[in-house]
């Protein structure tokens, strides 16, 4: 095994899958010549040629809508966004036509677009938001964010298989800054089966994407000052989401804090804290707490965008209470 | 000025059998047409018993530039229909009976009860049901034209939209791609003068939908949609220029509505001389007539040809009511496509 990026491994898993499958092609904005903004698709029109490798006008609505009918007649298409928020113009397609089209008219529609998300680095309101959780929230869609280089590469060659719409979330701060083990040979990895990202007995964390480090840093401040012991769940997919494992962990625990990057109200977390308050309210020993972004756009100078995203410090004080209730 | 070509009508036999049609396929149009009307007026009539839940469109008046253009379809090629083209369905050939199970929301209807009216189509037969939201299927027909570009086939998809649903961005980004990319694609405008309300001079400013083509880099026609031969020879032209590799085309085919947006309205805000005007042109009359004047239909060949639809239309009803309502126990069914879904001979 090589050490890799989580960008590379979504690179090499995404080549694996063309180099599998002639059915699989990439269309999106500057994803040929220049390889895409973040470069996960660089060398990928030399290789592949430039019909499975496609340029697209400034059309979000009809990139995803084209891999919709591609799909229908025997393609695999990959849609990339240029950034996650730019699916807001795709919207209407993906909710009216492919997340319905199998419930109502029997189509599958086997598409997966890439969204890259997230914020960190002043990108402002435009390049930096999660909108997983509004897409978690239409029946029909599958909603997958990877945290790790080998979930990255296992998961997109999940989701280039499967026979639905799936959106994959691949978080831009993660990009160059996680590296890991990664196998060479392609390999897949289920929807639905939250990994363990590290065992701990006092309190339960369950999150996914680039929250997973800022979770197990608070944990390790925490077990270094305090000696509290943290499980985290990293969910590596929201639709499906692995219910079970976070109930049993919270069994365990007694104790429960989602964490996530997206906005608070109607976020994915309420989700799992009602579920978490529904079916394991006798194994809790306090309320379960959130700690999210607040109700506003991603801003964008530094000191305001720091204040925004759940911070090492939010997560370590949400524990404290946690572990003292 | 119109910037689009102007479609001229076609003058005798000799002029179709030089666009592929022998006379017995003049006659199986004539069947489709009837049928196709036929459908329309007995779901009305159903819906008028209670028969059919929710609300009922139909596409009168727009029966020839359906039928035209599907008849111009070659058997592998694709196509996303919209609610006022019932005749593409009935040429590729969907049963009647499934159609009025559809109505009536029944479980043998091709979408199970789990969507009404026009709201189907068997993707067996190249079709791709429409949504609500017009014309979100005209980039998915562009989509399926790219999948044909890719793997260098011979294949042509035809979208659909209305003149109305030529006012929403679908409509460009989806003319717009398929322009730059030459993709095997057909645009049909079937531009009936009303969106619900709303007149064409208040959804565009050009003289014609179709002169937008130009703008996109390839030919725009207009023609008389109710005239089925001019539709057919327009289409048959598009759809094979598009085969070889020559690009887009996008027709439009001027009619008029002939009902109100569905039945509930009764198309009071349409002029009276303008439906007085239109009825004089029907696309099944016209048809009829033009049988009679350049290919001796008689009247023993129309007579057989109703008395087949009519049978064909009480079976198919009585079929479609003997099909249960759907178990609410499917209520939760199909959300998601398993692998096995997959095995269609379209998806590979």
């Not at chain 1, 795709?90 to 189509?107: E, I, M, N, P, S």
């Not at chain 2, 979408?111 to 949504?131: E, F, P, W, Y």
């Not at chain 2, 009679?292 to 198919?316: G, M, P």
């Amino acid at each position: 095994m090589a050490e890799k990026t989580y960008l590379q491994a979504i690179s090499d898993g995404l080549r694996l899958e063309m180099r599998r499958d002639k059915r699989v092609f990439v269309i999106g904005e500057d994803v040929g010549v220049y390889g895409g903004a973040f470069k996960v698709t660089q060398g990928f029109q030399e290789e592949f040629g430039q019909w499975r490798v496609i340029d697209a006008p400034l059309s979000e609505t009809a990139i995803v809508a084209a891999c919709t009918g591609a799909s229908i007649v025997g393609m695999r298409p990959v849609a990339e966004m240029q950034f996650a928020d730019f699916i807001s113009c795709a919207w209407d397609h993906l909710v009216t036509v492919a997340a319905k089209q199998r419930y109502r008219a029997g189509t599958p529609v086997p598409i997966t677009v890439r969204l890259p998300s997230g914020g960190g680095f002043s990108g402002g309101p435009f390049h930096s938001q999660n909108p997983e959780s509004s897409f978690a929230h239409i029946p029909g869609l599958k909603v997958v964010c990877p945290a790790t280089p080998a979930d990255a590469k296992g998961l997109i060659a999940t989701a280039i298989e499967d026979p639905n719409p799936v959106l994959y979330f691949e978080h831009k701060h993660l990009y160059r800054r996680i590296k890991d083990e990664v196998p060479e040979e392609r390999y897949t990895v289920p929807f639905g089966e939250a990994r363990l990202h590290q065992e701990g007995e006092d309190v339960t964390v369950v999150t996914w994407g680039a929250m997973v480090y800022t979770a197990e840093e608070a944990a390790k401040k925490l077990q270094e000052e305090d000696g509290l012991s943290v499980e985290i769940l990293d969910l590596r997919t929201l639709i499906p989401w692995d219910k079970k494992a976070v109930l049993a962990s919270v069994e365990k625990t007694s104790k429960a804090l989602v964490l996530h990057e997206d906005t608070r109200t109607g976020g994915f977390g309420a989700e799992i804290v009602a579920t978490i308050a529904e079916e394991a309210f006798e194994s809790l020993d306090a309320p379960v707490k959130r700690i999210t972004a607040p109700d506003t756009p991603v801003p964008f100078s530094p000191p305001l965008e720091q204040a925004f995203i759940p911070q090492v410090e939010d997560v370590v004080a949400g524990l404290k209470d946690l572990g003292s209730y | 000025m119109a910037i689009a070509r102007e479609a001229e009508p076609v003058g005798s036999l000799s002029e179709i059998k030089e666009a592929g049609l022998d006379r017995e396929d003049l006659l199986g149009i004539f069947r489709n047409l009837v049928l196709t009307r036929g459908i329309e007026e007995r779901g009305h009539i159903l819906y008028k018993q209670g028969k059919i839940p929710g609300s009922f469109y139909t596409g009168r008046g727009n029966e020839a530039a359906s039928v035209g253009v599907g008849t111009a379809m070659g058997a592998e090629d694709v196509g996303t229909p919209l609610h006022r083209d019932m005749g593409v369905h009935i040429v590729r050939g969907v049963e009647p009976w499934r159609i009025f199970a559809q109505y009536m929301g029944r479980a043998d209807g091709p979408t199970q009860g789990k969507d009404g009216n026009v709201h189907m189509a068997d993707s067996r037969l190249g079709l791709i049901a429409m949504v609500s939201h017009l014309p979100a299927m005209l980039p998915v027909a562009v989509g399926c034209a790219l999948a044909f570009r890719i793997r260098d086939e011979k294949r042509v998809a035809v979208a659909w939209f209305g003149e109305g649903a030529s006012a929403r961005g679908d409509t460009h980004e989806g003319m717009n791609l398929a322009g730059v990319r030459r993709l095997p694609v057909v645009f049909v405008c079937d531009n009936n003068q009303w969106a619900y309300s709303t007149p064409t001079h208040l959804e565009y400013a050009c003289e014609h939908v179709a002169d937008r083509a130009k703008a996109y880099g390839f030919e725009g026609v207009v023609v008389d949609g109710t005239d089925v031969l001019a539709v057919y020879r327009e289409a048959q032209r598009a759809i094979e220029k598009a085969r070889r590799g020559e690009g887009p085309t996008l027709i439009e085919c001027l009619t008029l509505r002939m009902e109100g947006h569905a039945v509930h309205d009764d198309a009071f805000y349409v002029p009276k001389e303008m439906f007085e005007e239109w009825a004089k042109r029907d696309p099944l009359e016209r048809f009829r007539t033009w049988l009679r004047e350049n290919a001796d239909f008689s009247d023993e060949e129309e007579d057989e040809i109703r008395a087949e639809v009519k049978k064909l239309l009480n079976d198919a009803i009585k079929r479609a009511d003997e099909s249960p309502l759907p178990d609410t126990s499917s209520l939760l069914d199909g959300v998601f496509a398993t692998p096995e879904d997959l095995d269609t001979p379209h998806h590979k």
